[in-house]
């Protein structure tokens, strides 16, 4: 009891995913005596599932965090017929026996109808009922801290990430980037498809005080989350979609050549504008964007793609700028910055 106790106090005190995820898999691992432990991700794109591992600790292991790599959404889930039969069902939990003989226990932890998370337990013995039960108590306590720290790092309207969160996700993504850089093969890839690198986007919702002045708030509100709706299907589960406020979006992009990311950016930009929102009509948004490196500061990164948003505002509005480009161009100056402001 001692142990269990313990793990409670250390899974409850953290106010970040990736801890928590940790001390997780370490409470489950440790209590009921596994040969591996993960966190899984549950994604879909378009009609098919994916998982992918985001935390692991394996028998007298240490846990670590996995992080994603760029070469798709996961492993499908048809690899895991029993899984997938029971995120079908919206059932609590799923077992099988795989060709080594080991065990497998899924605990998919749902909120409503969704769960894009699951826990994974690889077990060489059946599981007995009291390790269930215990399992069981720890995921219901692993559920409801995730609600929390969800519910504080999410922007209460549209559902997607809040400014709070933006540093640490920024530092998270260069880091990923930096591991990426290690893996066999991204350095040709890099060679064949123009440098990769990561982006960020800040849109804007062009004359949205036209929209509340015109219909209310309350479609104002809709015009907002269905944006936001459009942004997280525009864009990949590695990306980061954020809301800063009011009628404002940021967008990271993770490794990706310049190309792609003015044609994905640009595909989002065409969605809205060709999208019909329900008693409004049609709405626009602007688009800066720029790239990202691990020598600027997010305030400097944050006010190049600043800069081309206003250029795009100024030029017609409805349109996706570029500020490496505009600054090629001779169309915005560089100003010295620090790392608090940059005004041009
Ligand atoms: N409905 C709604 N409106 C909001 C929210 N947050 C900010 N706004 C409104 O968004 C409007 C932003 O207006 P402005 O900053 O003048 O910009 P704009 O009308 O979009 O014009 P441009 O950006 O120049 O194209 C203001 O009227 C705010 O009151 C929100 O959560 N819901």
Redesign the pocket.
């Known amino acids: 009891m001692d142990s269990l106790l313990r793990h409670m106090v250390d899974m409850t005190g953290h106010r970040d995913h990736t801890m928590l995820d940790i001390s997780v898999i370490s409470a489950v691992q440790e209590l009921s005596g596994a040969a591996r432990t993960r966190v899984l991700t549950i994604s879909s794109v378009g009609e098919q599932y994916f998982v992918r591992s985001r935390a692991c600790i394996h028998a007298g292991g240490v846990a670590c965090p996995e992080e994603p790599q760029d070469s798709g959404p996961g492993e499908p889930i048809a690899l895991y017929p029993e899984l997938g039969a029971c995120l079908r069902r919206h059932e609590p939990r799923a077992e099988s026996i795989g060709a080594d003989g080991l065990r497998r226990l899924w605990l998919p932890i749902w909120f409503g109808d969704k769960a894009d998370t699951c826990l994974e337990i690889v077990h060489a013995e059946p599981f007995t009922p009291e390790a269930l039960y215990m399992v069981n108590g720890i995921v219901s306590v692993y559920r409801n801290f995730q609600n929390l720290l969800d519910y504080s790092e999410r922007d209460s309207?549209t559902g997607l990430l809040n400014r709070k969160t933006f540093d640490d996700q920024l530092a998270r993504m260069l880091h990923a980037s930096e591991t990426d850089a290690t893996v066999p093969g991204q350095a040709e890839r890099r060679h064949h498809n123009g440098e990769e690198k990561q982006w960020l986007a800040v849109v804007?919702?062009?004359?949205?005080?036209?929209v509340?002045d015109r219909f209310g708030?309350l479609y104002?509100?809709e015009v907002?989350i269905l944006i936001a709706n459009l942004l997280q299907s525009s864009f990949r589960a590695q990306d980061r979609v954020f809301r800063f406020g009011?009628?404002e979006f940021v967008v990271l992009l993770r490794s990706t050549n310049l190309e792609n990311a003015r044609r994905i950016i640009e595909r989002f930009r065409a969605d809205v504008e060709s999208h019909d929102f329900p008693q409004v009509g049609q709405v626009t948004v602007s688009i800066g964007f720029t790239s990202v490196s691990a020598a600027d500061s997010p305030v400097v990164t944050l006010g190049h793609a600043d800069q081309a948003l206003y250029y795009a505002?100024a030029h017609g509005?409805n349109r996706v700028c570029h500020y490496e480009e505009l600054v090629a161009g001779g169309l915005l100056q560089t100003v010295a910055a620090n790392d608090t402001a940059e005004f041009f």
């Open positions: 309207l804007d919702v062009d004359h949205f005080k036209g509340n708030h104002g509100d907002l009011g009628e505002k509005r």
